[in-house]
């Protein structure tokens, strides 16, 4: 019988059609494929997501997470040694960040470090030099002499001018050497930033440390309390007697006691090289892989370099490397749990965020221990004229009541404690910290806050503390950067005379009618406002303004009393 031809139209007899067949080869084959690579691809994300898991276990942020493969931190700055040798290839490091397109903070560093060497080493010239023993010399034979014809001690002013012209030698001396060694790196980034600020949630930590001996435990407090330690990241620049250089260490001025008229007897007294806190924190198991990741950028300087502690934060602000906020500290605190993130939290949560600035005076601590923070926080809303003549009656901030923990939202204070203030990195673009304040200690923080205000920034109380400090009495002994400053000299009260000269810049922008432009010329010391607009008011509000906001007087030298601040009334 002939066989009928297949009819393929119909579906049970279109599987068996050769092409059909092949076809469905082929599609099988690639859909084993394709599960096989979606099965490696999850396995590799699986393990993916282990590593990444793990490393955040480990508190320690991979490259992707905290932006370390930005070339702007490359090469890692050294945390050790103390005075090590250069950075590897240091001279195109320094050359390609002062060109202004290629910065690095290695780069910086060796900027910085090398005027630490050139400012060491002319404090050692000066300190040699048979002028100072003439000086001082004079200084003993005039002031007797007007002691003897007038049969009463010199005025301030008449023991101010016996010396002058070597003070101003000094001052030319560090002027000129920022200028050479620093102004080239402000003038590089004026008004920019010198890295992008990234977006994500990082926090600064400025630090100058002077002789610190709760530098470790402070930075220890820091990330154990941390919500987020991985993503902290310290500035510190750590000025120390260590014992390198043949000097014997000194110890502050100690009471000893009362003399027979009850006041008190001190006495400075050789003491052992100062206890270096970031070696002892990157040494200790727990904390070395932040050190070995880069998160403690460090620079050292000789105690007898130091020039205070605006210049100090000046330094360690060239350390910040693009994180999202950027906090100052001192180096003797204890930190609450997540102040990380409440931080955060509540400085956003002001009415002028991002332009908004959380400061306060901490409370005080005697021990580390438990803190947990959560007490109302102070309210910087008073200040003063200083009546000491040391001060060059400088307007001096204090604290005046407590904000109320359950408001809605932070409130406006007057003013910045240059100890703790919390910000957007965009703050360093805005108010770019001063290099030319050398020996200012008071002073600093009405500086800080005319220029943040004027330049559009509003400063809030923290609705609660999240930090304590480690107030610190005379009798502490512990030393004082202004007791280094004329040690090597045998000078004693040099920062004194020095400071001076040097605060007129911050009184010539406050406004005090004693120093003007022109008497500062007149009177010789011109050089302190070197660059001075570069570091002055902003523009978005006037200091008029400022000081009709803050109730001070500067003409009459009064501060009144700021209801709206104490009250909390201002969002």
């Not at 910086?108 to 048979?130: C, G, M, P, T, Y």
């Not at 990082?202 to 709760?214: N, P, Q, Y």
């Not at 205070?308 to 490397?321: E, H, I, M, N, T």
């Not at 523009?539 to 709206?564: G, L, P, S």
Request: charged share 25%.
């Amino acid at each position: 019988e002939k066989q009928r031809p297949v009819d393929y139209s119909k579906s049970s007899t279109l599987v068996f059609h050769p092409v059909f067949l092949a076809l469905f080869g082929l599609a099988a084959l690639s859909l084993c494929v394709s599960f096989y690579l979606v099965l490696q691809h999850l396995q590799d994300d699986t393990t993916t997501l282990v590593d990444i898991s793990s490393a955040h276990n480990a508190i320690i942020m991979t490259d992707e997470e905290n932006n370390d493969h930005a070339p702007h931190l490359y090469p890692r700055l050294p945390y050790l040694p103390m005075f090590g040798s250069e950075i590897s290839d240091a001279d195109k490091l320094m050359s390609d960040t002062l060109s202004g397109k290629f910065p690095t903070i290695a780069g910086i560093a060796v900027v910085l470090n090398r005027f630490f060497n050139a400012l060491h080493d002319k404090n050692l010239e000066n300190s040699k030099k048979e002028s100072g023993l003439m000086e001082l010399i004079q200084d003993y034979f005039l002031l007797a002499k007007t002691i003897y014809v007038r049969s009463k001690k010199p005025t301030e002013e008449e023991k101010f001018s016996l010396s002058a012209t070597g003070l101003m030698d000094l001052i030319q001396d560090y002027f000129l050497l920022a200028k050479t060694h620093l102004r080239p790196l402000e003038e590089a980034y004026r008004g920019r930033e010198i890295f992008p600020i990234r977006d994500d949630e990082s926090i600064f930590v400025s630090l100058a440390a002077f002789r610190e001996h709760l530098l470790g435990q402070t930075l220890k407090s820091a990330f154990d309390q941390a919500e987020h330690p991985e993503k902290l990241f310290i500035g510190a620049v750590v000025q120390n007697c260590f014992g390198t250089d043949g000097r014997q260490c000194k110890t502050g001025l100690e009471v000893i006691g009362k003399n027979e008229q009850g006041r008190d007897m001190v006495k400075m007294s050789d003491a052992p090289p100062d206890k270096n806190g970031i070696e002892e924190f990157c040494s200790t198991p727990e904390y070395a892989k932040y050190c070995k990741a880069g998160h403690i950028r460090v620079l050292y300087m000789h105690d007898t370099d130091a020039l205070g502690p605006a210049v100090a934060r000046y330094y360690a602000s060239k350390l910040w490397g693009g994180e999202t906020y950027f906090m100052q500290m001192d180096a003797h605190l204890e930190f609450a749990p997540s102040w990380d993130i409440k931080y955060i939290k509540e400085v956003r949560a002001a009415k002028n965020y991002p332009k908004s600035v959380l400061s306060a005076y901490p409370p005080g601590f005697s021990q580390f221990g438990a803190y947990t923070g959560g007490t109302a926080g102070s309210r910087l809303c008073r200040c003063e004229f200083s009546t000491s003549d040391v001060e060059q009656h400088i307007i001096r901030i204090n604290t005046n009541g407590s904000t109320n923990k359950n408001s809605p939202r932070p409130t406006q204070v007057a003013f910045i404690a240059a100890g703790f203030f919390f910000a957007r990195a965009e703050f360093l673009v805005d108010v770019p910290f001063d290099p030319f304040v050398p020996w200012c200690f008071m002073g600093e923080e009405i500086a800080l806050s005319v220029r943040a205000w004027t330049q559009g920034w509003a400063i809030y109380a923290p609705r609660q503390n999240l930090i304590a400090h480690q107030y610190r009495p005379g009798r502490m002994g512990l030393p004082k950067f202004w007791e280094s400053v004329g040690r090597d000299s045998g000078r004693p009260n040099l920062n004194t005379r020095l400071q001076a000269r040097t605060l007129r810049r911050i009184k010539h922008m406050v406004g005090y009618p004693t120093d003007t432009s022109e008497l500062i010329e007149q009177d010789g010391d011109g050089i302190v406002l070197t660059d001075y607009t570069h570091y002055a008011l902003g523009t978005v509000r006037t200091a008029e303004e400022y000081f009709n906001f803050t109730r001070i007087d500067v003409i009459n030298q009064q501060c009144k009393h700021m209801q709206w601040c104490t009250k909390g009334e201002l969002e």
